[in-house]
């Protein structure tokens, strides 16, 4: 059975950088597009950052420049490293995978994490 496992979640003040982590099980990894999204209280889930099988990625305008995902397909890990943290970041965020990069960017992903929640502080 396919899990996504996230980490990495927490406070932090405005300014502040975390590092979130996604690792995957049983889940044929190097050939499936990878992304985070979130979802903040009271608004739809939105894609935050997605990396294809072969390394092309696409992030939220509001997210580009501050955030980067990345995979290491031998360690069946994701992440994305989120810099300059502004309050509006604060959600919980989830990991996704998708064997359609396609399907992926437009949330129709065969797998999701249970979630991580991401808390900036003004």
């Known amino acids: 059975q396919v899990q996504l496992v996230e980490s990495g979640g927490g406070l932090v003040q405005a300014g502040g950088s975390l590092r979130l982590s996604c690792a995957a099980s049983?889940?044929?990894?190097?050939?499936?597009?990878l992304g985070w999204y979130r979802q903040a209280p009271g608004k739809e889930r939105e894609l935050v950052a997605a990396?294809?099988?072969?390394?092309?990625?696409k992030y939220a305008a509001t997210v580009k420049g501050r955030f980067t995902i990345s995979r290491v397909n031998a360690e069946n890990t994701v992440y994305l490293q989120m810099n300059s943290l502004k309050p509006e970041d604060t959600a919980v965020y989830y990991c996704?995978?998708?064997?359609?990069?396609?399907?992926?960017?437009?949330?129709?992903?065969?797998?999701w994490g249970q979630g991580t929640q991401v808390t900036v502080s003004s």
């Open positions: 049983d889940l044929n990894f190097s050939f499936y597009a």
């Open positions: 996704a995978a998708d064997s359609q990069y396609s399907d992926l960017i437009r949330n129709w992903c065969d797998y």
């Open positions: 990396i294809s099988s072969g390394g092309t990625t």
